[in-house]
Structures are given as C-alpha cells and as structure tokens.
C-alpha cells in the first residue's frame, strides 16, 4: 500500500517520416484551461526541457521565441492554431512547432472527510510541420497522485515531468517507426 495513481494516454502518429524530419523546433506556451495562474506556460516549459534532454531536436528557446515575435511585431493570439504555428515556425525558421493546452493542474479533493488532496495533471500537445501545417504527431494524456503516506505524494510540477517525460519518449519512438 505504498502508493498508487492513475493515469490516461493517448497518442496520434500522422506521418513517422515528417519527425524524422525535424531538426529544429519550437514549443510555443500551452494554452491554460485551468484556474491555476501560468500552468500553460508552466507546462510547456517542461516539455521544452524534456525535448532538451532528448537531444532528438533542437530547441528554441522560449526567451529567443518571444525576443523574435516582438521585434517582428506579432503577438500571441489567445489561442494557436495551426495556421498560426506554420505561420510562426515560418518566421522563427524552425521545422516543426509544438501546440498545446493544459486541461488539469490542481490538487483535487480526495477524501471529502479527511479533505485529503490529489495533484492532478492533464494536457495536450501537437507537433506542426510549418512547411505544411499538418499534424504530425499529437499526444493526449493526464495523471494523477496519490499515497497514503503524505511525504510520499508527488507535486504538480513532478507529475507534469513525468507526462511530459512519457510524451517525448513515444515522439522518439514514433519517429523510429519508420
């Protein structure tokens, strides 16, 4: 009884080849559906250093993404889009731009009685070619903690990591489908 969690995955690929392809990629900030401040770009933050460490890519970085869109004068829309990522891809000079949204990211009551609390994680991502806008890859997958020894439960950000960790290996082993 040292822990458990529960978890739910899914992944798109659309064409293995077109990620063999990437060489350089950007990952815009996630679009927040949730009430926690940032999570958006909490999480994209992690799954840019989760492309870092897979050495598969090479990464933009964020700072470098939005220096480049202020001096070109373009800001970023509520929510990006596909046209709008190969349109951005086109201009940061990148082969494939990752979108996506963060769906969860709260501690959620567990145990109405004891008011025991649950870190919960969920989000979506999708890699763009900018040459055609088309999606080539698309994950799906949320997360959640708990144990009943309370030093034992993980954070968040720690459950972020690990989605974001599964993502990048099934992106890899997408592109090695081929």
Known sequence: MSGCGNSYNRFFVGWPEGINR????????FENLTAFPNAGEIVSELFSSELHSSGKFKVLESEQIKRTLYEKGIEFPKVIDRSFA???GSVLGVDGVFIGSVSEYWYRVRMEETREEEPAVGFNVRLIDTKTGVVIW?????????????YQRDSLNRIAQIIAKKM??????????E
């Not at 990048?168 to 489908?177: D, G, M, P, Q």
């Open 86 to 88: 190969q349109e951005i």
């Open 168 to 177: 990048v290996k099934k992106l890899i082993a997408s592109a090695e489908l």
């Open 22 to 29: 990437m060489k350089s990629v950007a990952v815009m900030p």
């Open 138 to 150: 698309a994950s799906s997958c949320s997360r959640s903690s708990y144990s009943v020894f309370v």
